[in-house]
């Protein structure tokens, strides 16, 4: 099938690599590894529920530049275990530090990204563009496979400007050549992923496996990443 595009920009999280059941997984292991059922006097669904919260939040306001990465990645389990009243300053930045030497290395990818990316790497020139920081993403692509299929990897972190800034997607056309009409943006946040891209002029893929209902207009809309195959 030919299409007017060119250049493929991928977020990584949520959209290919399977953020959810890698960091569940992790979380899981430290969960029994320090006991923390009897810390915590919770079971792990509590905790696991309480630290997503904590964790978006913080993100949402790393976007936005509302906080440093140092101060995400300091507070965001200060903040899980204090909900529990759990205050150990040391122990949250020792479990922060494990956390992420393990979480990059899971390897689950999300249903049908395999399969479309072979896809597409035939017919396109596929890159990263994503607001995680890049020594967790570059090891994430490279256990889980996904390096090979991708040309670049762009990260906020290198450019200074988080998604949905106008200056990432900027940079991201002037690393690679490419041009915002045929250009298309693929990803699971509507806010960074979508209305960004839209604001800059690029044409989206909002990747919505729950059905979000929501007022925004995407280019294209999916809730199966396969479902790309039958437009591109």
Same mark, same amino acid.
């Given at each position: 099938?030919?299409?007017?595009?060119?250049?493929?920009?991928?977020?990584?999280?949520?959209?290919?690599?399977?953020?959810?059941?890698?960091?569940? $997984?992790? %979380?899981?292991?430290?969960?029994?590894?320090?006991?923390?059922?009897?810390?915590? *006097? +919770?079971?792990? @669904?509590? /905790?696991?529920?309480?630290?997503?919260?904590?964790?978006?939040?913080?993100?949402?306001?790393?976007?936005?530049?509302?906080?440093?990465?140092?101060?995400?990645?300091?507070?965001?389990?200060?903040?899980?275990?204090?909900?529990?009243?759990?205050?150990?300053?040391?122990?949250?930045?020792?479990?922060?530090?494990?956390?992420?030497?393990?979480?990059?290395?899971?390897?689950?990818?999300?249903?049908?990204?395999?399969?479309?990316?072979?896809?597409?790497?035939?017919?396109?020139?596929? $890159?990263? %563009?994503?607001?995680?920081?890049?020594?967790?993403?570059?090891?994430?692509?490279? *256990? +889980?496979?996904? @390096?090979? /299929?991708?040309?670049?990897?762009?990260?906020?972190?290198?450019?200074?400007?988080?998604?949905?800034?106008?200056?990432?997607?900027?940079?991201?056309?002037?690393?690679?050549?490419?041009?915002?009409?045929?250009?298309?943006?693929?990803?699971?946040?509507?806010?960074?992923?979508?209305?960004?891209?839209?604001?800059?002029?690029?044409?989206?893929?909002?990747?919505?496996?729950?059905?979000?209902?929501?007022?925004?207009?995407?280019?294209?809309?999916?809730?199966?990443?396969?479902?790309?195959?039958?437009?591109?």
């Amino acid at each position: 099938m030919t299409t007017k595009y060119h250049h493929l920009f991928f977020d990584l999280d949520h959209t290919l690599w399977d953020f959810e059941a890698n960091s569940r $997984h992790t %979380l899981m292991y430290l969960y029994i590894k320090y006991n923390l059922e009897s810390e915590l *006097k +919770s079971d792990y @669904e509590a /905790f696991y529920r309480t630290y997503i919260k904590v964790n978006d939040s913080k993100w949402a306001s790393y976007r936005v530049g509302g906080i440093t990465k140092e101060r995400l990645r300091e507070e965001r389990f200060q903040e899980t275990f204090a909900a529990f009243g759990y205050n150990d300053k040391e122990f949250a930045a020792d479990f922060e530090k494990e956390y992420l030497s393990i979480c990059p290395h899971k390897t689950q990818l999300l249903p049908g990204t395999e399969e479309l990316l072979e896809y597409l790497k035939q017919r396109y020139e596929l $890159h990263v %563009l994503t607001n995680g920081f890049v020594e967790t993403q570059k090891i994430k692509m490279q *256990k +889980s496979g996904l @390096e090979i /299929f991708f040309e670049s990897m762009i990260s906020s972190e290198e450019i200074g400007a988080n998604k949905p800034a106008p200056e990432i997607f900027k940079a991201s056309i002037q690393r690679t050549g490419a041009d915002p009409k045929s250009s298309l943006m693929i990803g699971d946040n509507l806010h960074a992923d979508i209305i960004g891209a839209q604001s800059f002029g690029m044409d989206q893929v909002f990747y919505n496996p729950l059905r979000i209902k929501h007022s925004e207009k995407p280019t294209f809309e999916i809730s199966h990443l396969l479902e790309m195959k039958g437009f591109l």
